[in-house]
T-cell receptor
């Protein structure tokens, strides 16, 4: 059973601070990792994808991957109230191919103005 | 680009009736469509994987006779909830892998359908 674990939160941070979201996965053979943001009542939207060990930055977002530790994280710099949402970590066993994503339960982030 | 249009966005139906949910890929070919269900404060749970022109593959515990999936073309997949009951009330979301005609390996999601069975 492939599992993706996230702290459900809520994680509360003040506006302008750095929010750190963490995720671990059980399948050591996983190759693709995604962070999705989901607002209440809406479908997930892709924020970041990462495939190699290390950091990947995109604007205020930085994804970090450590395959040896089976750990992936998302940092949100200069957090804004509009960032308040549930963040879903998703894992896939290969880069290409048609296997489905396995999702964690999500971490609810609350950015306090 | 790479939009999946999902309809309806919400539906209320009486217990025992059937509901059809459609997902269309607007500007790419979706050879594979994934159907998820999400209960309140829970994560997305994969229900089934449909491939164009072939039978869907259902996850363990999902009744294939209750959740009928059709993927007759590269741009349209449908999920029909037959004889719906209140416990089927949930948020149903389709997802397609970006591939043919795109350069991304990511997945895009439909906007979701909120089903309420009364």
């Amino acid at each position: 059973q492939k599992e993706v674990e996230q702290n459900s939160g809520p994680l509360s941070v003040p506006e302008g601070a750095i929010a750190s979201l963490n995720c671990t996965y059980s399948d050591r053979g996983s190759q693709s990792f995604f962070w999705y943001r989901q607002y209440s009542g809406k479908s997930p939207e892709l924020i970041m994808s990462i495939y190699s060990n290390g950091d990947k930055e995109d604007g205020r977002f930085t994804a970090q991957l450590n395959k040896a530790s089976q750990y992936v994280s998302l940092l949100i710099r200069d957090s804004q109230p509009s960032d308040s949402a549930t963040y879903l970590c998703a894992v896939k066993e290969e880069v290409q191919g048609n296997t489905p994503l396995v999702f964690g339960k999500g971490t609810r982030l609350s950015v306090i103005a | 680009g790479a939009v999946v249009s999902q309809h309806p966005s919400w539906v209320i139906c009486k217990s025992g009736t059937s509901v059809k949910i459609e997902c269309r890929s607007l500007d790419f070919q979706a050879t594979t469509m994934f159907w998820y269900r999400q209960f309140p404060k829970q994560s997305l749970m994969l229900m089934a994987t449909s491939n164009e022109g072939s039978k869907a593959t259902y996850e363990q515990g999902v009744e294939k006779d209750k959740f009928l999936i059709n993927h007759a073309s590269l741009t349209l997949s449908t999920l029909t909830v037959t004889s719906a009951h209140p416990e089927d009330s949930s948020f149903y979301i389709c997802s397609a892998r970006l591939g043919l005609g795109t350069t991304s390996y990511g997945y895009t999601f439909g906007s979701g359908t909120r089903l309420t069975v009364v």
